[in-house]
């Protein structure tokens, strides 16, 4: 498979999760990575990885461009 570009997360707060979901017919957390403000994570969407969810409040830098996940209140 060929590999897809770098998506960058840069956490703003502690306690940060990016979570990544299984590919394939039942999707599934393989991986949880607890980011506190000021880490950053550089990933990329892989064979095992189809779906991230970030929890918390992050900027995520895409190939689409930047957004912004909130804290939850
Ligand atoms: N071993 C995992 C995989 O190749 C590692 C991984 C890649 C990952 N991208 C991720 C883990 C994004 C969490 C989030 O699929």
Same mark, same amino acid.
């Given at each position: /498979? $060929?590999? $897809?570009?770098?998506?960058v997360?840069?956490?703003e707060?502690?306690?940060?999760?990016?979570i %990544?979901?299984?590919?394939?017919?039942?999707?599934?957390?393989?991986?949880?990575?607890k980011?506190?403000? %000021?880490?950053? /994570?550089i990933?990329q969407?892989?064979e095992h990885?189809?779906a /991230?969810?970030?929890?918390?409040?992050?900027?995520i830098?895409?190939?689409?461009g930047?957004?912004?996940?909130e804290?939850?209140?």
């Amino acid at each position: /498979m $060929s590999q $897809s570009d770098y998506i960058v997360i840069r956490a703003e707060e502690d306690g940060v999760h990016v979570i %990544g979901l299984t590919r394939g017919t039942d999707t599934k957390f393989h991986h949880s990575e607890k980011l506190d403000s %000021g880490e950053i /994570m550089i990933a990329q969407f892989t064979e095992h990885t189809s779906a /991230m969810k970030i929890r918390g409040k992050a900027e995520i830098h895409t190939a689409y461009g930047v957004v912004n996940s909130e804290a939850k209140k």
